[in-house]
């Protein structure tokens, strides 16, 4: 595709709710990231996909987010039992090859949790 | 954590002034990358700067690094209105991630 692309892009769930969002980077990019970003801060890494291998999760908050990436192209960051600390931007960056290049940004998927 | 950490939080200057945002990061770097985000949209790359690289150009923008100082800056000269927007330091190091500073909100008063 022309650019990355994130769907939902504002999601509402009530605490407690399990809810998965989707990312679909541009055609032929090895690497795809997941950042968090809060309200007035800077994104924050979840985890780091090469293809289809989940190289690094340890940012992942807790045990309740999992990250996959079935097929080496979109991947999924699904939140288990929302809660409203998990309320921000989930943003989805993809690159040709690791991080010695640019990274291309999505829009971001705005969760709120009431 | 973040590891970058940038100056001012927060700048508000006239359309045609300079504009200038600081950023400091913790560890040595393969690279250090600037982006802009405006209210509520993704990132967008703006200009990555190498290790071994003093000073970059990219039309209005120029950015500097000092490895020994572990800082960076980032210059827009002749700013616009629309240059309003969020900035960020990114630095990589070679393992995991990105790595975001807290950013600059620039503000151009037209």
């Known amino acids: 595709g022309a650019g990355v692309s994130q769907s939902p892009r504002y999601k509402v769930a009530k605490r407690g709710q399990d809810v998965a969002l989707r990312c679909d980077p541009i055609?032929?990019?090895?690497?795809l990231f997941w950042y968090q970003q809060a309200l007035g801060q800077g994104p924050e890494f979840l985890t780091y996909?090469?293809?289809?291998?989940?190289?690094?999760k340890s940012g992942l908050p807790s045990d309740r987010f999992f990250a996959e990436r079935p097929e080496g192209s979109v991947s999924t960051l699904k939140i288990q039992r929302t809660q409203q600390e998990d309320s921000a931007v989930y943003l989805c960056?993809?690159?040709?090859?690791?991080?010695?290049?640019?990274?291309?940004f999505g829009q971001g998927t705005r969760l709120t949790v009431v | 954590s973040q590891q970058g950490e940038e100056d001012p939080q927060a700048l508000s200057i006239q359309e045609g002034e300079n504009a200038t945002m600081n950023c400091s990061y913790k560890?040595?770097?393969?690279?250090l990358q600037w982006y802009r985000q405006n209210s509520g949209r993704g990132l967008v790359h703006l200009i990555l700067?190498?290790?071994?690289?003093r000073e970059k150009h990219s039309g209005r923008l120029r950015v500097t690094l000092d490895t020994s100082k572990k800082s960076s800056s980032l210059l827009i000269t002749a700013s616009r209105a629309a240059d309003t927007a969020s900035y960020f330091c990114?630095?990589?190091?070679?393992?995991?991630?990105?790595?975001f500073g807290s950013g600059t909100r620039l503000q151009v008063q037209p």
């Open positions: 055609s032929g990019h090895v690497s």
């Open positions: 996909f090469q293809n289809e291998a989940q190289l690094d």
């Open positions: 990114a630095s990589y190091t070679g393992r995991r991630a990105l790595t």
């Open positions: 700067i190498r290790s071994n690289e």
């Open positions: 960056a993809s690159t040709r090859q690791g991080l010695d290049t640019e990274a291309f």
């Open positions: 560890t040595s770097i393969n690279n």
